[in-house]
């Protein structure tokens, strides 16, 4: 199995981080962000067009595959995806469609490829964040009618629950990690997932066996990033990290 995990394209919380904070120990930076962020955040206009960017380097691969071009072990010339999981926000379906739009590939919406934390905002009165129900099922059939939808999502939205805390994000990434390996590690299938930094670093920490206690490692994602691990047996191959060399430079955030 090669596995390729794709951070979504710049939202608008990202911008308010970067106008922000310059170092996560700011807890005033940290509380302007806390009280203007989007509970689901769409994606800036400069994300608009790194999905754009991302879109057509993914979709010029992808037919070229399936027009006979040779499959190459280390995707010099396509990538050939064989499925495609998003995550349900708002950010991470915005970023595959401009590829999901010109292609034949399906993706299915896996709901445990949330950010950490859900769907949240900071109630102003408590100080408390308050998990948001996010969209449903309804509204992503009308905005994104070729992803497909779990039957258990819940139709009055999918998150409908509280804040998660950074260690549950750390275990949900390992179930996720352990259903991939069981349903696909011993094939050559090529499994995309777009999804987003904290999560990417909690596959990272737990495929890697590294702490997460304040988080000592950091793994750099750069919007609209790849990151591809493949399985071989059993050895786990880190092949790159934070590939954006598709991207111009004035996009590169």
């Known amino acids: 199995m090669q596995l390729y995990l794709i951070r979504h394209a710049q939202s608008q919380n990202n911008v308010i981080i970067d106008d922000h904070i310059t170092d996560y120990q700011d807890s005033q930076g940290l509380k302007i962000y806390e009280n203007q962020r989007f509970a689901d955040a769409p994606l800036s206009e400069r ?14 691969s992808y037919l ?7 499959r190459d072990r280390f995707n010099f010339n396509n990538f050939d995806f064989t499925h495609l999981f998003v995550s349900p926000m708002i950010r991470t379906m915005d970023t595959a469609k401009p590829f999901v739009d010109r ?14 934390g859900g769907v949240w905002n900071l109630d102003q009165s408590s100080g408390q964040r308050i998990g948001f129900p996010g969209v449903t099922p309804e509204y992503i059939r009308i905005e994104y009618p070729d992803y497909r939808i779990q039957e258990s999502m819940n139709p009055n939205g999918w998150w409908s629950r509280p804040y998660e805390e950074p260690e549950d994000c750390y275990k949900r990434s390992g179930k996720v ?8 590690g011993k094939t050559e299938d090529r499994i995309a997932i777009v999804t987003h930094s904290y999560f990417i670093n909690c596959i990272l920490y737990y495929l890697f066996n590294l702490s997460t206690v304040n ?19 059993k ?8 590939r954006t060399d598709f991207l111009t430079l004035d996009l590169i955030t």
């Open 235 to 242: 050895r786990r191959m880190l092949v790159y990290q934070n």
């Open 215 to 233: 988080r000592e490692y950091i793994f750099v994602l750069n919007n609209a990033s790849i990151t591809r691990i493949d399985f071989v047996k």
């Open 47 to 60: 994300g608009y067009q790194q999905a754009e960017q991302l879109g057509e380097f993914l979709v010029d």
């Open 64 to 70: 070229s595959s399936a027009n006979g071009k040779y």
């Open 177 to 184: 990690l352990e259903a991939l390996i069981e349903q696909y």
């Open 103 to 116: 292609v034949d590939l399906k993706p299915i919406i896996w709901e445990d490829l949330h950010e950490q």
